[in-house]
């Protein structure tokens, strides 16, 4: 039986890109996959913008919030993917990372979250497949 991989989407406030990229990769990995989304600095609540553009898709993270990183989050991850954080995010020797340049969708309008949010989900789709060796 293979070992299903384990991914960290870790940006600052955990409030915005790393929820969103966590909850396409439930979707799109299923039971495949591990997820976990956290960040260095956590913010209070989920940005409201991006609940709603994650609802127009079918996602509903309503119910999340944001996630302060621990030590084990990382020890655990195979493959740990950056959303802006640059140092304020820790580095775990041995692990595989991407670092996704991804504008924060914190106050900005709902049409450029939705970019945002689109362009996420083919990350994680390709990561996903990736990780996988699948054809989705």
Known sequence: MRQRP???FLCVHNAGRSQMAAAFARQIGADDVVVDSAGSEPGETLNPAVVTAMRE?????SNESPRKLTEEM???ADVIVTMGCGDACPVYPGKRYLDWELTNPAGRPIEEVRLIRDDIE???QDLITDLLNINL
């Open 6 to 8: 384990q991914i960290l």
């Open 57 to 61: 898709k079918g996602v509903d993270i």
């Open 74 to 76: 990382g020890r655990n």
């Open 122 to 124: 083919r990350r994680v």
